[in-house]
């Protein structure tokens, strides 16, 4: 059991490229999620999904797209990479759990700078 | 939108001491969970504990436990008998149950263990 997984661990990227970061969950949870941690700060979510299918804006999804087709994989799609989408990108799911279906396990991180 | 804050963002603690964390929200939800998640220098965010708003007992986790005043929206974490392990960033979350459950997460508390 793996848990969440993110890929690649680390990137650079050239202003205007594109790249997808990828996440994946082998918990058969429903929910994912993606949030970016800038600096010095807590994380902000930028999208999320509830299943297959199904996915929703959070607070900071401008220069993001993001799909779902499968209950285990979450792709995050940057268009046109921006200097100011230099972050630090997590993936969590939730489902059930020891601790209900509320907890979010979280992903090792992907560190994306953008020159 | 629901807000979480943190107003020390660093401490620090004596080996085996014990220190408190604050954390403040909020919100006019009734039914929410609140979170505080450790993040290590692996960046790896790690679940510490987690308290359902309805429950009034607090929970405890092994040497965790946290002070949660909701007519004051305050939820506090006690560190005891700190360890060198337990240096890293502390973020507490807030999430509204709702159809994504979405996490809302203040900036951090950054807790030095002092050998």
């Known amino acids: 059991n793996a848990g969440v997984t993110q890929t690649p661990k680390f990137r650079i990227l050239k202003i205007g490229q594109s790249m997808t970061l990828q996440c994946a969950q082998d918990?058969?949870?429903?929910?994912m999620y993606w949030y970016r941690q800038d600096p010095g700060m807590g994380l902000k979510l930028i999208y999320y999904?509830?299943?297959?299918?199904?996915?929703d804006k959070g607070e900071v999804p401008n220069g993001y797209n993001v799909s779902r087709s499968t209950t285990e994989d979450f792709p995050l799609r940057l268009e046109l990479a921006a200097p100011s989408q230099t972050s630090v990108y997590f993936c969590?799911?939730?489902?059930?759990?020891?601790?209900?279906?509320?907890?979010?396990?979280f992903g090792p991180g992907t560190r994306l700078t953008v020159l | 939108a629901q807000t979480v804050t943190q107003s020390q963002p660093e401490m620090s603690v004596q080996e085996a001491e014990t220190v408190t964390l604050s954390c403040t929200y909020d919100?006019?939800?009734?039914?929410?969970?609140l979170f505080w998640y450790k993040q290590p220098p692996s960046r790896q965010m790690i679940l510490v504990i987690r308290?359902?708003?309805?429950?009034?007992q607090n929970a405890t986790e092994n040497r965790f436990s946290v002070n949660f005043q909701k007519a004051a929206k305050s939820f506090s974490l006690k560190i005891s008998d700190s360890q060198l392990g337990d240096t890293a960033m502390y973020f507490c979350?807030?999430?509204?149950?709702?159809?994504?459950?979405?996490?809302?997460f203040g900036t951090g508390t950054s807790l030095t263990v002092i050998p």
């Open positions: 308290q359902e708003a309805y429950k009034q």
């Open positions: 979350a807030f999430m509204k149950r709702n159809t994504g459950n979405q996490f809302y």
């Open positions: 919100t006019s939800e009734s039914n929410y969970y």
């Open positions: 918990m058969n949870h429903n929910y």
């Open positions: 969590a799911s939730s489902g059930k759990s020891e601790y209900g279906t509320d907890t979010q396990y």
């Open positions: 999904s509830v299943g297959a299918g199904i996915t």
